[in-house]
């Protein structure tokens, strides 16, 4: 693996969502915000973001257009595959955070997905990574994070995040995204979605159980106390690769050589 220094894992790879008053989300969860609150605040948070150099130091779009090229094509086989509910009602942009030492991706509402250069350098092949994105991709199709919003943040905030101009709140948003933390069963339901994601693709399907057989490998890997709040990494691998058997995938493809030269479009990792 490129790079030096212990890297944090931040397996949350948060993606939050909310749908309309007194409906009920994809995952089964109660929601009060409609699909265009969840674009508006997740547009709101995404200008944040952009806003925060020192904090987000995302990656030029055209300077570094080959890397994206590569990223949204990824992304595109996800969406094409039928299987993502909300295909066209996100927006699913993506932008690369360029620190090597962070091993992490984030989603915002509406489907804003942001990835860190310690993970695109920490993966193996693409099929990991296509399997963590697309498990992020499920946390956001699915629409998990109300209640962890709403806890950490109460209704009224998040509500006037979407109607209002509140900088400091968003910049904290943003920030803390991270720290959310999902339910064991909505891991292994996005688990699960991801595999059903990558089903329809080329890629091998168990990519995600793949990236989480390597985090237990890697001894310079410093796994945070917030990653024995979810599935035991060794169900979640075993679970993953039942879901593969059981919806038969045919996919095999890591494409290992073409990720190696996408690593080459990146800067050099430090």
Partial sequence: ????????????????????????????GVNIFSLEDDRALG????????SDPAQFPVLD???????????????DSILQTGSV?????????????????????????????????????FVDNEAQLAGVLAHEMAHADLRHSTDQLTKA???SLLLNLIVGENGSALAEVAANLTQ??????????????????????????SGAAGFFEKVQQDDSTQIPAF????????????????????????????????YRRFLSTLPEAK
């Avoid at 547009?43 to 952009?50: D, E, L």
């Avoid at 593969?244 to 050589?257: F, I, N, P």
Wanted: with cysteine; aromatic share 12%.
């Fill in 43 to 50: 547009a709101k948070i995404a200008a944040s973001i952009a």
């Fill in 180 to 205: 959310l933390a999902f339910s064991r069963s909505d891991e292994s339901q996005a688990d699960a979605f991801a595999v059903q994601y990558l089903c329809g693709t080329t890629y091998d399907a």
């Fill in 227 to 258: 990653f024995s709040t979810h599935p035991n990494p060794d169900d979640r691998v075993a679970e993953i690769k039942e879901e593969v058997a059981q919806l038969q995938c045919t996919g095999t493809q890591t494409y290992q050589d073409s």
């Fill in 61 to 75: 779009s055209v300077q570094y257009h080959q890397a994206y090229a590569h990223l949204y094509a990824l992304r």
């Fill in 85 to 121: 509910v909300h295909a066209t009602d996100f927006n699913w942009e993506i932008a690369i955070i360029h620190q090597d030492t962070i091993v992490n991706a984030f989603c915002t509402p509406g489907g804003y997905i942001y990835v860190y250069t310690g993970l695109l350098q």
């Fill in 1 to 28: 693996m490129q790079g030096s220094g212990r890297l944090t894992v931040v397996f949350t790879i948060v993606c939050f969502g909310i749908i309309s008053i007194s409906g009920c989300s994809e995952g089964g």
């Fill in 153 to 155: 943040y109460g209704i």
